[in-house]
C-alpha cells in the first residue's frame, strides 16, 4: 500500500472513531450520525443528517398509543373513531465524499439493505406513570439508493401500530407520558466496492393516549 493511501486508511480510522464516539453521547433530536466505505483513498459517507417523526400529515414526536371515540350518536349508537395509523418519520441520508477526499477519488453511489428500530426509555419513567414497558425492536428489509453528492429524504415506520398495540397491552401509562428514544441502524453498502458499513440516527418521542380528534 502506498503511503497516501495508508494515511488515507488512518484518517478514515480517526474519522469513524470520532463517529462511533458521537453515537455514544446522549440522544439527539436532529438524528445526527454517519458511516464510511469505499476503496483505497477513494472513501465515500452516508449521514443521517435529519429524522422528524410524522402523524397525520403533520410533524410531531407525540406517538398516539391508543384509538379513541370521537362522537357517538345517541339514537343509532354509531361512533366516529379518531384517525389512527403508523407513526412514521422522513428520515434525511446524504452522501458525500471524504473530507480528504480529491475530485479524482471516485464517489461511490450507496445501497441501503436493510434498517432496524431499536427503542430506548429516558430515565425516569414519569411519577405517577403506571408502567414505561420496553418495546421490541423492528427490523425491515431496505432497498434505498443514495446516489454520490446527493440527499434523499425516505419516509418509514418510526413507531408502527404494533408497537403501539405493545405498549398498551404491556401496561404502558395513557396519561403521564414517558420518553423514549427510537434509533435507527441502516446496514449500508458501497455499490461497486461491496463496502458495507452501518449507519445510525436517532430521535426521541413521547407516547400516551393523545386526542386526535377533528
Keep these: 500500500m502506498r503511503y497516501s493511501q495508508m494515511i488515507q486508511q488512518v484518517l478514515k480510522g480517526l474519522f469513524l472513531v470520532v463517529l462511533l464516539l458521537a453515537s455514544c453521547s446522549s ?27 410524522t402523524y397525520l400529515d403533520k410533524d410531531t414526536s407525540n ?28 428520515v434525511t441520508l446524504v452522501n458525500m465524499q ?11 453511489d450507496i445501497g441501503i439493505t436493510g434498517y432496524s428500530v431499536t427503542y430506548t ?7 405517577g406513570a403506571v408502567g414505561c414497558p420496553p418495546l421490541t425492536t423492528l427490523t425491515s428489509g431496505a432497498s434505498i439508493v443514495v ?8 419516509t418509514l415506520p418510526f ?7 405493545q405498549y398498551v397491552q404491556a401496561g404502558g401509562n395513557l396519561n403521564t407520558p414517558p420518553s423514549y428514544t427510537a434509533t435507527y441502524t441502516f446496514t449500508a453498502h458501497t455499490i461497486g466496492a461491496n463496502d458495507t458499513f452501518t449507519v445510525q440516527g436517532s430521535a426521541q418521542f413521547t407516547i400516551a393516549d393523545f386526542n386526535n380528534c377533528p
Design 27 to 53: 440522544p439527539s433530536d436532529d438524528g445526527a450520525g454517519g458511516g464510511c466505505g469505499g476503496s483505497d483513498a477513494s472513501i465515500t459517507c452516508l449521514n443521517v443528517t435529519s429524522i422528524v417523526p
Design 63 to 90: 406517538v398516539d398509543a391508543l384509538q379513541d371515540v370521537c362522537t357517538r350518536d345517541p339514537v343509532t349508537g354509531a361512533v366516529t373513531l379518531e384517525p389512527f395509523t403508523d407513526h412514521n418519520a422522513n
Design 98 to 108: 471524504f473530507p480528504t477526499s480529491t475530485a479524482a477519488d471516485r464517489a461511490f
Design 121 to 127: 426509555l429516558n430515565p425516569p419513567c414519569p411519577t
Design 147 to 154: 446516489a454520490a453528492g446527493q440527499t434523499v429524504t425516505v
Design 159 to 165: 413507531v408502527p401500530i404494533s408497537r403501539k398495540t
